[in-house]
């Protein structure tokens, strides 16, 4: 996964960084091989890794270092500035107001998951979305969306001849604000498909259209930015699957030398797995130093009380906060991709975590929510107060084992103490790079 495999390779970069006492031209130029073969590894093109590693150079090796700052601060600043400019630089928007959006792509690529994806981004946002199943070659594309708009509450436009028969019927009958259309795709970009998609776009007159690109395809990915700009013309990018294949940073890396814009990246499979692409944000992901922000927002996202959602990163939560937390995590995703937002990387924090925990199944978080409800108010808030004839109680009350009782109690209590480690992020800002983390502009 981009997050485990090409994540981890980077933070052994930026790891070895750290650990030199001091940095001259031999450490910097070893250190960008290494970074060469990271990137190589990951299927990021020649060219553009030549590219990259040029720039770090001409940076800490031939230019005047900054006043206050050493070459080994410099050395982390670039590789951290460069990688961000190397995947985008600029930090996705898109304007939450009603708008048509038109998706397009190759087949096999995630468009018809993607609607229903961006159909759920705009529905949190207070507005009303509604997907329209223009797709009419592939088999059970409009049923596949149908399932998705039910999962979703809203509608789905499917009746009509033919895609622009579909457009037009939902365009006459819908009263949605945002119209998100799902569309056609082939195994490559052929005439037959761009005249398609052209007379689709005649009728939708859409506000943006974004390619839809699974991360798999790597470097290939700018190549097909390239075409479908030219053929049909797009306003932005949406990578898929960027859990599921180490060359995620490949493909980013791709659409920005084609000049395409990514605007979204789908990080999961789950319906709330999409979220707005930021270069910084994912850098600071990948290299350990965090997403904070990006966690607040998920928990936004999910319902969880901004207040409630602080406390918990801050290690100050009571049991009352942990049972929402319980609550809204099929909403954040699952504790294994927040914990990789947390400052410090989350590697040595999942260590700490009680065996299983990440991979625990909604039927356990359901036990320890009932746990929780048998509990008093007085327990809730006092956790320690809680001995052997309390947990009698509290098993009995919620129709649980006493041993399942117990591991919730265990599981509180090691997770509180792992949020305590981190105090928010707080816990970077004593380290030794402080000051660079605050030149970074990380926002920790």
Not at 260 to 273: L, N, Q, R, S, Y
Request: charged share 30%; net charge positive.
């Amino acid at each position: 996964m981009v997050l485990d495999t090409f994540g981890d390779s980077l933070k052994k970069v930026f790891s070895k960084v750290t650990g030199y006492s001091l940095v001259d031209k031999e450490k910097v130029e070893s250190l960008i091989l290494e970074l060469q073969r990271v990137l190589i590894h990951a299927d990021v093109d020649i060219t553009l890794v030549a590219e990259l590693t040029e720039r770090i150079k001409k940076t800490v090796l031939k230019t005047e270092l900054p006043k206050g700052m050493t070459m080994k601060e410099v050395l982390v600043k670039t590789l951290y500035d460069e990688l961000v400019w190397f995947l985008g630089a600029e930090k996705a928007s898109l304007a939450v107001r009603n708008q048509r959006i038109m998706l397009i792509g190759l087949f096999g690529s995630g468009k018809t998951t993607t609607a229903g994806k961006l159909a759920k981004w705009f529905q949190i946002r207070g507005l009303q979305p509604a997907l329209v199943a223009c797709d009419v070659h592939r088999p059970a594309a409009k049923e596949q969306l149908e399932q998705i708009g039910s999962r979703l509450k809203v509608t789905v436009y499917r009746d009509g001849k033919g895609a622009e028969g579909v457009a037009r019927e939902a365009l006459k009958k819908s009263r949605e604000g945002v119209m998100i259309f799902d569309s056609a795709g082939r195994d490559a970009l052929d005439g037959e498909l761009a005249k398609e998609l052209r007379e689709l776009a005649k009728i939708v007159k859409p506000d943006e259209v974004f390619l839809v690109i699974p991360a798999e395809m790597g470097q290939d990915a700018g190549r097909q930015a390239a075409e479908f700009s030219r053929l049909v013309g797009i306003t932005g990018i949406i990578v898929t699957k960027m859990d599921g294949t180490a060359k995620g940073g490949a493909a980013l890396a791709a659409c920005r030398a084609a000049g395409a814009k990514v605007m979204f990246i789908g990080t999961g499979e789950k319906i709330g797995d999409l979220e707005l692409y930021d270069p910084k944000r994912f850098i600071g992901r990948l290299i350990g130093y965090g997403d904070i922000e990006g966690l607040m927002e998920k928990a936004k996202d999910a319902g969880l009380n901004e207040e409630a959602a602080k406390r918990m990163l801050e290690g100050k939560f009571t049991m009352m906060d942990f049972r929402e937390q319980l609550k809204s995590m099929k909403g954040m995703g699952s504790m294994s991709k927040m914990l990789d937002m947390l400052p410090g990387g989350s590697s040595a924090i999942k260590k700490k975590l009680p065996d299983g925990f990440l991979d625990a199944q909604e039927g356990m978080m359901k036990k320890w929510e009932h746990a929780i409800n048998s509990m008093t108010a007085k327990e809730r808030e006092n956790p320690d107060e809680i001995n052997s004839s309390r947990i009698k109680r509290i098993a009995a009350g919620s129709g649980l084992k006493e041993h399942e009782v117990r591991q919730l109690m265990k599981s509180y209590k090691q997770i509180k103490k792992v949020m305590k480690m981190t105090k928010g992020g707080k816990a970077f800002k004593r380290g030794p790079f402080a000051k660079i983390a605050k030149q970074l502009g990380m926002g920790i």
